[in-house]
């Protein structure tokens, strides 16, 4: 079976602009995880969906991060506008039934210049 | 709020030699997960430890789950350069069930 899959793996932007993360979970995955990863502030969750629907979004740093799953085999997070700030990995993660078991994505390196 | 603090921040050390990284917390975990993760790939799950005392072993890896579930350590013997990479551990929170990570340490073998 083929894992979590990301889209871009790097992206690189000026500040402004707007970003869209793509994911696609493993199949047969009830939930999906949005990471995101700094040196500073290690692995933190923004937003977690269950069957599709947003569960808990209280890691979303700002009103310019966005988060949708329109079915059960995508999700896009999106920021807009973008600043330098927001630099960072971005990881998606997917589970079935059990969140303490989570399979992440390759991530996706953002760079806001 | 929970919290998961990890140690050492970094380890640098020579082929062969053994080491434990430790995972420790002021709350009880139902469960305590351990994931690798290497440069530039999404951490993978490498174990699993639910029961208060259980040890899990992964070829050169021990895991061990602290009997009041609050802590939890992993045990390298005789690391090889491609243990090289940064071991986080992670609980469930028990209030949200959400996955909470330790800062991770950050593992260097020199061959």
């Known amino acids: 079976d083929a894992g979590v899959i990301q889209s871009p793996r790097h992206e690189v932007t000026e500040m402004g602009q707007e970003v869209t993360l793509r994911c696609k979970p493993i199949s047969g995955h009830n939930s999906l995880f949005w990471y995101r990863q700094t040196m500073m502030r290690g692995l933190e969750l923004l937003i977690y969906?269950?069957?599709?629907?947003?569960?808990?979004d209280s890691g979303m740093p700002e009103d310019r991060f966005s988060a949708k799953m329109p079915n059960a085999s995508f999700s896009t997070l999106k920021i807009q506008p973008s600043e330098p700030r927001d630099s960072a990995v971005y990881f998606c993660?997917?589970?079935?039934?059990?969140?303490?078991?989570?399979?992440f994505g390759p991530g996706t390196r953002l760079t806001v210049l | 709020t929970q919290l998961l603090e990890q140690s050492p921040q970094f380890l640098s050390i020579q082929e062969g030699e053994n080491l434990t990284v430790y995972c420790n917390s002021s709350?009880?975990?139902?469960?305590l997960q351990w994931y690798r993760q290497e440069p530039g790939e999404g951490p993978v799950l490498l174990v699993t430890v639910v029961t208060g005392g259980e040890v899990k072993k992964l070829k050169r890896l021990t895991f061990q789950f602290g009997d009041a579930r609050k802590d939890s350590s992993l045990h390298i013997t005789a690391a090889q350069p491609g243990d090289t990479g940064l071991y986080l551990c992670a609980g469930p929170s028990s209030n949200t069930g959400k996955l909470i990570f330790g800062q991770g340490t950050t593992l260097q073998v020199k061959p």
């Open positions: 993660a997917s589970s079935r039934y059990r969140p303490d078991t989570q399979y």
């Open positions: 969906f269950n069957n599709n629907v947003p569960i808990d």
């Open positions: 709350s009880v975990f139902s469960s």
